[in-house]
């Protein structure tokens, strides 16, 4: 196990050194192929290597042809299998929290829930990837009120910190019977507004917590995008009166989520390479959008 | 009148004889007796009330309110003046012996005394007049009557000083609004609340007393804004009344006005006593007159304006000085971290620090509407953000499933040992295993396909593959026809000559050769050997046909 660790680790380095070559082929081959497509001469410097590049032009069927990153590599094998989640909090969890959590394990299917109790990180993580977790989610809070949220794709993969805004749990609404219970049904996902490269990678390591689902299911998780605020929504739709007129019914928790960090390591590698950190102390921090793009049209400006 | 007096006297006398329990129940004969004593006792007073509009009390037909109404308005004024009289002589007791002596001696004080209430009266009627209108605010009434009443006393005061010293000449200047005197007076005082003198403990707090009272009075005046000339007169009253304590010392220090030195007038020593002080000051109030303004400002505490202006310049000075010694305060001194200030020091400041980052969304009705309009937009559409499964590569190879034949081994059991133990020695000559003839056929096959389309598609002929084939290659004619020969005969016998050797010419061995016949083969086979290296260099297709005639020569 140790080993097979080690020889992962050691391939997934490799893979990552090639990146730079493999990075130089693919823009030689997308010009040559520009080049055909266009009837338009081959460029000078690409002449001599043209005859071997064209026949892997050739060969290349859509999943080559890409340039796989280390980044990407990450959710390679993801699609594959099912995720498998484990929530935790951090230490001595106060009530309200372990009612966020459970009902946070009803909003991701195929997630477990697990006490902290006085476990170290890294007992977590080498625990998780033994029993084959994809993911684990831990949720910290502020006197009763959760506000970050750490996820962490497993192999190797990234960690992502979140501090959370705006909480509004089921727990708060007490009426019941509003609320109604949380189908499990493996649900529909909305990304809305994640348009930079940061958004894209974001809004894979959001999508990756959730498995296939069937074409016909009521359920929809919401993530949007406004200002660097992700907003998480949880519906049910009912389509009464034919295809046009939708009816939502929200359940579950709502909170803004606020992206502060990506590190490419899991969570128990603390030297791991940061992808992207916030640096609200930048003078032009104001004016940009890492996440999206600006809406014009801006109902939520303040 | 003295009838009328002495006939109220009566009146009373009996009034009052009557036992207390009387007066409860209401009598017809008691209540005539008290209108008349109450009417006698009017007409008696009626000579000292000048102001009263009745010459005597109206009984029949009035009620006894309406007769308390006219006692009333003729006691009233009464009783100011009374009040006034007796005040001024409680001051000034020698007024007494002087009343006296007027009342012994005649009428003459009497007549004055009416001349100056007359002259009182004159005033007094505006006074009362508007005391009337201020009839509904009680407390008003009261400080305005005190006032008024001082006021009065105050001028009666003066206007008996006046009376006395009827014989100075005041002046041109002098007249019923202004007086010398009183403007010396005010000045000084004004002075005095500028430059904040000491006073006696005495003096101040009666003048205390009187700073109340100017307040009242002050405040009065203000209200009324009909009588300035009474405002003028009372402040002039007030002042007068509040410095008239220094004419004791006037006449006490008029001696000492000759022996003056330069330390009184301005006096080097800071600490000087507020009585030398006000001695020095008051021994300038005859002489100044009306024209020292200047003086008066120039002392107050023996220092000289611009010393005063100096001092507080230099206090200054030395407090900004101070301020520059001490360590600065924490707001000034530049970056400072929580242990460098006071405990919750940074609460009672008012920061204001730009905030480089968004502040977070509110989410209001509006937002979430937003939200919601997407999200149904999205789902009649269909489009959705789900995990795309994607196909992906095997990434091993099939196994090689072994089929299992049911079929009777072919081979016999021998011919198996055989197979592997030629394996083992010599995996190359080995037969092939069964998967590798599928393979080897599929190979077959497929360079045979190859050939032929390479045969169609090239210009270059390509032969077939050589393919290295070991058999055994018997020597045998191509028609192997039965030959029906004894037994005995071998096959070697069963060839024709030629078959056994193909040459011509007469062969001869080396042994046998001639020198010169070997010296000819032997320049032959050089010969063939330059021409073979020739080819090899050239590499050109063979032309010549020098090949033929060597084959010729080497038959020789």
Redesign the interface.
């Known amino acids: 196990m140790l080993r097979r660790n080690i020889r992962l680790r050691r391939e997934y380095l490799y893979r990552k050194s090639l990146e730079g070559k493999e990075r130089l082929l693919y823009e030689k081959k997308r010009k040559i192929r520009e080049a055909l497509e266009e009837g338009k001469p081959i460029p000078t410097e690409l002449r001599n290597e043209e005859a071997t590049l064209r026949q892997e032009i050739d060969l290349e069927d859509d999943?080559t042809a890409i340039p796989k990153s280390h980044i990407d590599d990450e959710y390679a094998?993801?699609?594959?299998r099912d995720p498998k989640i484990l929530l935790t909090t951090s230490r001595d969890p106060s009530a309200p929290l372990v009612q966020f959590v459970k009902e946070l394990k009803f909003v991701f299917p195929n997630a477990e829930r697990m006490n902290r109790g006085n476990q170290v990180i890294s007992e977590i993580i080498e625990s998780c990837r033994a029993h084959d977790f994809t993911d684990v989610i831990l949720v910290h809070e502020h006197r009763g009120v959760p506000d970050g949220l750490i996820i962490s794709h497993l192999p190797f993969g990234p960690t992502a910190y979140f501090g959370l805004?705006?909480v509004v749990t089921r727990h708060d609404i007490k009426d019941k019977k509003a609320i109604g219970k949380m189908p499990e049904a493996y649900p529909?996902?909305?990304?809305?507004n994640f348009g930079t490269k940061l958004g894209e990678r974001t809004?894979n390591i959001l999508?990756?917590l959730?498995?296939?689902?069937k074409p016909d299911t009521k359920r929809?998780v919401?993530f949007?995008n406004?200002?660097?605020?992700i907003?998480f929504?949880h519906?049910i739709?009912e389509k009464h009166g034919g295809?046009?007129s939708?009816e939502?019914k929200e359940i579950g928790p709502r909170f803004?989520l606020?992206l502060y960090q990506i590190k490419l390591g899991t969570m128990d590698q603390s030297e791991a390479q940061i992808e992207w950190v916030i640096r609200?102390?930048?003078?032009t921090?104001?004016k940009r959008n890492f996440i999206g793009v600006d809406q014009k049209d801006d109902?939520?400006k303040? | 009148m003295a009838t009328s007096i002495e006939a109220a006297v009566e009146s009373l006398r009996e009034i009052k004889s009557k036992e207390p329990p009387m007066w409860l129940v209401p009598k017809q004969e008691l209540s005539q007796a008290v209108r008349a004593a109450s009417k006698h006792l009017f007409s008696s007073l009626k000579p000292h009330s000048p102001k009263s509009p009745f010459d005597q009390l109206l009984i029949e037909g009035f009620d006894a309110e309406q007769i308390w109404q006219q006692i009333d308005l003729q006691s009233q004024p009464l009783l100011y003046t009374l009040r006034r009289e007796v005040k001024k002589f409680e001051k000034n007791p020698e007024e007494i012996s002087k009343l006296k002596e007027a009342i012994e001696g005649g009428k003459k004080k009497k007549v004055v005394e009416e001349k100056g209430t007359d002259d009182i009266d004159d005033d007094d009627d505006d006074d009362d007049d508007l005391d009337m209108d201020d009839d509904d605010d009680y407390d008003d009434d009261e400080e305005e009557e005190e006032k008024k009443e001082r006021g009065r006393e105050e001028e009666s005061e003066r206007e008996g000083e006046e009376m006395e010293l009827e014989g100075e000449e005041k002046g041109g200047i002098e007249d019923k609004f202004l007086k010398i005197k009183e403007l010396q007076e005010y000045l000084e005082e004004d002075e005095a609340k500028e430059y904040g003198l000491k006073k006696n403990k005495k003096t101040k707090t009666e003048t205390k007393k009187k700073e109340e009272d100017t307040e009242e009075e002050e405040e009065g005046e203000d209200e009324e804004e009909e009588e300035e000339e009474d405002d003028d007169n009372d402040e002039a009253e007030e002042e007068e009344d509040e410095l008239g304590l220094f004419d004791g010392d006037d006449e006490d220090d008029e001696d000492s006005l000759e022996n003056a030195r330069y330390e009184d007038f301005f006096g080097t020593k800071k600490n000087k006593g507020p009585k030398e002080k006000a001695k020095s000051r008051d021994r300038f109030e005859g002489d100044s007159g009306s024209d020292d303004e200047q003086d008066f400002d120039k002392r107050k505490d023996g220092l000289s304006t611009h010393e005063e202006e100096l001092k507080k310049l230099q206090s200054k000075i030395e407090q900004m000085e101070k301020a520059n010694l001490d360590p600065k305060v924490w707001t000034m001194r530049g970056e400072v971290t929580a242990a460098q200030r006071q405990k919750n020091s940074a609460l009672e400041v008012d920061l204001d620090f730009e905030h480089n980052v968004r502040p977070a969304p509110v989410i209001t009705e509006e937002v979430t509407a937003s939200l919601e309009d997407l999200i149904k937009t999205r789902i009649s559409e269909g489009l959705f953000d789900d995990v795309q499964k994607s196909r992906s590569l095997s990434s091993k190879a099939p196994r090689e499933t072994k089929e299992l034949d049911d079929n009777k081994s072919k081979k016999g059991l021998a011919e198996v040992y055989e197979e592997e133990f030629v394996q083992k020695t010599d995996p190359a000559a080995a037969p092939l295993s069964f998967s590798d003839e599928l393979k080897k056929e599929a190979s077959m096959l497929f360079k045979k396909l190859c050939l032929k389309l390479d045969a169609l598609s090239h210009f270059h002929f390509t032969p077939k593959p050589v393919v290295e084939d070991m058999s055994i290659q018997t020597n045998v004619p191509a028609l192997a026809m039965e030959e029906i020969a004894p037994m005995a005969v071998s096959d070697a016998a069963m060839l024709a000559p030629e078959e056994v050797f193909a040459g011509k010419g007469d062969i001869k061995e080396e042994a046998e050769l001639t020198r010169s016949e070997r010296k000819r083969r032997r320049a032959n086979k050089k010969r063939k050997f330059k021409a073979e290296a020739a080819k090899r260099l050239a590499k050109k297709p063979r032309e010549t046909t020098q090949v033929d005639s060597n084959e010729g020569k080497e038959n020789e």
């Open positions: 999943y094998n993801a699609t594959e805004l705006n529909h996902l909305i990304h809305d809004a999508k990756h959730f498995p296939v689902p929809i919401t949007a406004q200002s660097d605020y907003s929504r519906h739709y295809p046009k939708v939502l803004e606020r609200p102390y930048m003078n921090t104001k109902k939520r303040h």
